[in-house]
């Protein structure tokens, strides 16, 4: 009975992989290399409490609390913990959720999209392509021209603003 169990835990395991090979598998799980890595000691030490519980412990911060919310001047959105460019002051919009939403990110290189199947919700978690921090989740319910919404924490991010050429 064993050798039969065994056999049909397997093939179950294979046909709910779609049926993918080790080698993809092993990819998949594998953690990615970030440029920008600190043990979490000196996480905790370059951030402030509140910036490390979201960006390396994957916290959310309360709606509406957030000092980017209304930030609406031109200007770029850099992580908090690396200063990766990730959005740009044009491509933010008030999604009426609380939390500082864009319809894309500088490139499609400057954030990572990972399965996010905590709390029970299955869900896109959006990380700093060059940290790993987290910044928040993307969602399919944005406006034209891509749909999306990256809702983002604004502790996750800072604002350089646009420095107008001197005359």
């Not at 397997?10 to 993809?24: M, P, R, T, Y």
């Not at 905590?118 to 869900?123: E, L």
């Not at 989740?137 to 646009?162: E, I, Q, W, Y």
Request: net charge positive.
């Amino acid at each position: 009975m064993k050798p039969v169990a065994s056999t049909l835990l397997a093939i179950f395991a294979v046909a709910s992989l779609g049926c993918a090979s080790a080698e993809a598998l092993q990819q998949k799980t594998e953690r990615k290399k970030y440029e920008v890595t600190h043990t979490t000691a000196e996480w905790r030490k370059l951030l402030p409490p509140p910036v490390f519980r979201v960006l390396r412990q994957a916290f959310t911060e309360q709606p509406w609390s957030g000092k980017l919310l209304d930030v609406h001047e031109k200007g770029v959105f850099v992580c908090a913990g690396c200063g990766q460019k990730l959005f740009k002051s044009e491509t933010k919009f008030d999604s009426g959720t609380g939390w500082p939403s864009f319809w894309d990110p500088i490139t499609k290189a400057s954030v990572d999209e990972v399965e996010d199947l905590s709390d029970g919700m299955d869900r896109t978690e959006v990380k700093c392509a060059k940290c790993g921090g987290h910044l928040g989740h993307v969602f399919n319910d944005g406006p034209a021209p891509t749909g999306l919404r990256f809702c983002m924490n604004s502790l996750a991010m800072k604002f350089v603003p646009d420095v107008p050429p001197k005359k």
